[in-house]
Structure formats: structure tokens, C-alpha cells
């Protein structure tokens, strides 16, 4: 805010422009000086002058059988990334991406093979959530209840804007959403996590963790290769002792790979000293027809082995879920976003300068 008012008092205009301008910004992420209908004509004028406006424009959208929607959204220098309403009986959800594309090569993952283009800034972040919550009140009726960073991109490899979105998310003069009901999900970087209990953040923390040896999670996930599980563990029993927050561990379900009941106990193992819950995650297959042994060359486990497989943990006093896919049909599952439908989009109109 103290940006905005700021620029207002530079522009010689009325102090309460800035809540007005903030609100236009922030709350209903105007794609033009223009549509700020309530601020004058020469004060926008001036703004146009003086500040770049780049919002996210919604290029496309696809819905599932199931009702979630896959939104591909425009950025002002001509990139898409993706984001997905979820909607399940008690919750509306947004999963929002980070950055255009990822560098972390997650073997599993249909982003990973997008290279990483650059991180979204702030409000570009923002604009996802602000865009995907118009979707759910046209489509549900209702507001997001819940806005999980799980899409395309490193969230931690972008700090700066993760942290600044989520503030903007959650502040009173933002969109007013409870922390709690925002979750950051990281491939483990340990340093990062470090600094944010450092920075008390106040969203919730989830690890994909996907295999609980370095062994197997080296062969899923490069980024582990620096960051083993010893040093994740550590970084992570101090922001829970920090915080007081518990965190969640993702996992994936990879038949043959990690869904066996010694991978199970190793979790086991791994969890209780974190003192974390898990979220089993269904695979959804990026590439069926992929050489065995490649990336995207993975499958399902069996749902009565997934269910083995969670009690399994539950028996060892863990706490575990199976959380079902949702969107596989359109490729919004999780790990499937990789801007399939790019080509087909029509060049964005550039709403902005720049
Ligand atoms: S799983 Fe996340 S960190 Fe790994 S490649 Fe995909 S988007 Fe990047």
C-alpha cells in the first residue's frame, strides 16, 4: 500500500485515491487504466504516463468432467502459465503456479520438461488468484476457500514474489483470505525453508517429497541431490519448532517405485521424526507412451495397494490420506501442467505497455 500512496501523493492526487487505486490493482486486477472507472480521467492518464500495468489475462479455459477448470493465462510479455480451480465437495481451491516453466527436472512432472523461462512477479502471482476466484463465483457460485502454490514452478526459487503475494493474499486491504487457508508446496530446498520460518510466514508448508531415501528421491528429483533428506529433515524440524506449524508431506504414488510396504515404512520412518502428515497423491501418467525407465515413463500404483499403503502409515500413527486426482482428463492433475494447448492460443493482445 505505501507504494501505491506514494505514487499518488507524487501525482499530486487526494490521499483516498490510493485505496481506490489499490483496490483496482490488487482486488480486482483491472486489465487497463481505462476500466478504473472511478478514477479521473487525467489521474489515469498520468499513471499511464508514469507505471506499467501487466496483469494476466485469461487465455483459455477447459473443464473437466469432474468440474475442475484449467485456466492458461497470458502474461504481458506473450508467455502462458496455468492454473486450476478445484472444486470438491467442501472445498474450492486454486492452484497457482510460481514461475513460467521450472528448472528443477522432477522426472515425474510434465512442467519439468518445460525449461524455465522467469519467475511471475507478485502481482502476476495475484492476478491468478484474483482471475481463478472469478471463475468460481461464476461457475460455483462462491468464493476459493483454499489456494494451494502446486502448479507450474519452484515457489522457494521465487521467493521474493512468493512471500509478496501471499501478503497480498492474506492483508486486510489485499483479499482479506486467511493465511491457514493458503498452502506453499516446495521440492525441498532447505535453506529456504530455513529463511521463511526465519521470516515467520504464515502459510501452511508442504514437502513433495516422493521418496523417503536419497537413493530413490535422487533418481525422481535432481534438486536432491544437493538438498538430501538429512538436511531437508533438519530444516524442517526448525521451522516446525520456530513456527509451531506442522508440515505435509506430498507424496506420490509410483507403481514398482516407492508404493511398496518397505517404502512405506521408510516414510514411516522419515515422517515421525518430522512429525508430519502425508498426502498420498494418485500418478497421472504425462506420457504413456514413454520408454520405461524415462521421464514420464511411470505409472499408477493399484488403489487397493494405495489403500494397503496408507493404512500401512495410519498403523505407525501417522496421519495419511489418499487425495484423489482431479482434472485428469484435461491435464490439470497434479504434475500435468505443460502448456499442451500454447500453439492454439491466439497472440494475446498486449493490454499493457511495455
Ligand atoms: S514437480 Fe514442481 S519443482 Fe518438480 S519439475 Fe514439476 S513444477 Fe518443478
Known amino acids: 500500500m505505501e507504494e501505491v ?17 489499490w483496490e483496482w490493482l490488487w482486488k480486482k486486477s483491472a486489465h487497463s487504466w481505462e476500466a478504473m472507472s472511478d478514477l479521473p480521467k487525467a489521474f489515469r492518464a498520468q499513471l499511464a504516463e508514469r507505471t506499467l ?30 492454473g486450476v480451480l478445484i472444486p470438491t465437495p467442501t472445498r474450492l481451491t486454486a492452484c497457482i503456479s510460481s514461475q513460467i516453466g521450472c528448472s528443477l527436472t ?12 522467469r519467475n511471475l512477479d507478485a502481482q502476476e502471482i495475484v492476478d491468478q488468484v484474483v482471475l481463478i476466484n472469478k471463475l468460481a463465483q461464476e461457475h460455483y457460485q462462491q468464493d476459493l476457500s483454499n489456494i494451494v502454490y ?5 515457489p522457494l526459487l ?3 514474489n512468493t512471500m509478496r503475494s501471499a501478503e ?11 493465511a491457514r487457508r493458503i498452502t506453499v508446496s516446495t521440492a525441498g530446498i532447505a535453506k529456504m525453508i530455513r529463511k521463511l520460518a526465519d521470516d515467520g510466514a504464515r502459510f501452511n508448508l508442504a514437502l513433495s517429497l516422493h521418496a523417503a531415501t536419497d537413493h530413490k528421491r535422487d533418481r525422481i528429483m535432481p534438486i536432491n541431490e544437493e538438498n538430501s533428506l538429512l538436511d531437508l529433515k533438519d530444516a524442517l524440524r526448525y ?23 518397505a517404502d512405506a ?62 482434472g485428469r482428463d484435461i491435464d490439470a492433475a497434479c504434475g500435468q501442467l505443460a502448456n499442451k494447448n500454447e500453439p492454439a492460443l491466439k497472440e494475446g493482445e498486449r493490454v499493457m505497455k511495455g
Open 265 to 326: 515404512q521408510e516414510l514411516v520412518r522419515y515422517a515421525s521424526d518430522v512429525h508430519a502428515k502425508v498426502n498420498l497423491i494418485e500418478y497421472n501418467p504425462i506420457d504413456p507412451t514413454a520408454t520405461p525407465g524415462t521421464t514420464g515413463s511411470f505409472q499408477r500404483t493399484a488403489n487397493e495397494d494405495a489403500v494397503a499403503f496408507m493404512y500401512f502409515l495410519e498403523n505407525k500413527g501417522i496421519v495419511a490420506r489418499i487425495r484423489q486426482s482431479r
Open 158 to 160: 521465487n521467493y521474493a
Open 53 to 82: 500495468l501487466r496483469p494476466l489475462v485469461l487465455a483459455e479455459q477447459q473443464k473437466s468432467t469432474d468440474g475442475t477448470i484449467k485456466c492458461a493465462f497470458k502474461t504481458w510479455d506473450g508467455h502462458v502459465v496455468e
Open 150 to 154: 502446486m502448479g507450474m514452478g519452484e
Open 168 to 178: 497480498r493474499i492474506t492483508a486486510p486491504d489485499g483479499l482479506g483470505m486467511g
Open 239 to 261: 521451522y516446525t519448532r520456530v513456527t509451531g506449524k506442522e508440515v505435509t508431506f506430498e507424496y506420490i504414488l509410483l507403481r514398482g517405485f516407492n508404493d511398496s510396504l
Open 106 to 117: 522432477c522426472t515425474f512432472c510434465a512442467t519439468g520438461k518445460l525449461k524455465r523461462i
Open 5 to 21: 500512496q506514494k505514487l499518488v501523493a507524487d501525482l499530486g492526487e487526494k490521499p483516498y485515491r490510493a485505496k481506490q487505486l
